[in-house]
């Protein structure tokens, strides 16, 4: 099953926290991290299979509109594997595992 990055950019943290609230109830998702951008800038990340992101991603965007700013939803499906090398967004110890072993 093709995994998904999901990623909702809010302008408060009130928002953001019910976005990712939203979003693990929504769907089979994981909260894997979340971004202070400045300004009052704050991205929730979620990880999952395609279909779940982008439910997630809806209900997430629908829920963070009510509290405050949405700014972005992103979706990458099917994301290179260099990302989890560069960013490896929940799976930290799953990447440096797989790396030795290609060592």
């Not at 999901?6 to 953001?16: K, L, Q, W």
């Not at 929504?26 to 929730?44: I, M, N, P, R, W």
């Amino acid at each position: 099953m093709a995994e998904a990055l999901g990623m909702i950019e809010t302008r408060s943290f009130a928002a953001v926290v019910e976005a990712a609230d939203a979003m693990v109830k929504a769907a089979k998702v994981e909260l894997v991290s979340y971004e202070k951008t400045g300004g009052g800038y704050v991205t929730a990340i979620i990880r999952g299979d395609v279909a779940a992101v982008r439910a997630a991603c809806e209900a997430g965007q629908t829920s963070a509109s009510r509290v405050g700013e949405m700014v972005a939803v992103h979706i990458i499906a099917r994301p290179h594997s260099n990302v989890d090398v560069v960013l490896p967004l929940g799976r930290k110890e799953q990447v440096e595992a797989e790396l030795k072993k290609k060592q």
